[in-house]
Nanobody
Framework: QVQLVESGGGFVQPGGSLRLSCLVS????????MGWYRRAPDDGRDFVAM???????TYSDRVKGRFTTSRDNSKNTVFLQMNRLNPDDTGVYYC???????WGQGIEVTVSS
């Protein structure tokens, strides 16, 4: 059974940083494209960042230059480094294995003074 488990969320003040991790179990994900999304007000999922199996990254305009996604295939983990956070970044963040369409359970990020 393939599972995605996010960790690293929490509370941070504006201007601070957090690093989210997404551990993939039950599958060799080294060639899979992995994505990060945030829950939207209409309960959809807004795109945040993506990394291909080759390590090619894509970012939304909203986070470009502040967030960085990376992967460590030896640890079956993909990361989202979030810098210069602001209150608009608050929300539930999800990782997704795009290759098989599987989502993690989501993790809360709160940016507030």
């Amino acid at each position: 059974q393939v599972q995605l488990v996010e960790s690293g969320g929490g509370f941070v003040q504006p201007g601070g940083s957090l690093r989210l991790s997404c551990l993939v179990s039950g599958r060799d994900f080294s060639e899979d494209t992995m994505g990060w999304y945030r829950r939207a007000p209409d309960d959809g999922r807004d795109f945040v960042a993506m990394i291909s199996g080759f390590g090619i990254t894509t970012y939304s305009d909203r986070v470009k230059g502040r967030f960085t996604t990376s992967r460590d295939n030896s640890k079956n983990t993909v990361f989202l480094q979030m810098n210069r956070l602001n209150p608009d970044d608050t929300g539930v963040y999800y990782c997704k294995n795009v290759a098989i369409g599987l989502w993690g359970q989501g993790i809360e990020v709160t940016v507030s003074s």
